[in-house]
């Protein structure tokens, strides 16, 4: 054994996705991806509390940030 070396456990990027913006290849769980910084993991932003601002689904009624009724979009 040589020493002075020291083996370094490197996770395994088993899944990769690709960046939707860039087309880079990103590790699976990454949140941003590393090329462009597009955020992978929020979903699109559908509806935004008039209040608070939360962001919640489109088919939210009620927001779960303030409890304020949300409009019907349709
Ligand atoms: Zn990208
Ligand atoms: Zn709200």
């Known amino acids: ?18 960046c939707p913006n860039c087309g880079a290849q990103v590790p699976s769980f990454s949140n941003f991806c590393n090329m462009c910084g597009k955020p992978l993991r ?15 689904p489109e088919s939210a009624k009620f927001c779960p940030e303030c409890g304020l009724r949300q409009k019907a979009s349709k």
Do not use: T
């Open 1 to 18: 054994m040589v020493s002075g070396f020291v083996i370094v456990q490197v996770p395994l990027y088993s899944q990769y996705m690709v």
């Open 42 to 56: 929020q979903p699109p932003v559908l509806k935004i509390c008039p209040r608070c601002q939360n962001r919640m």
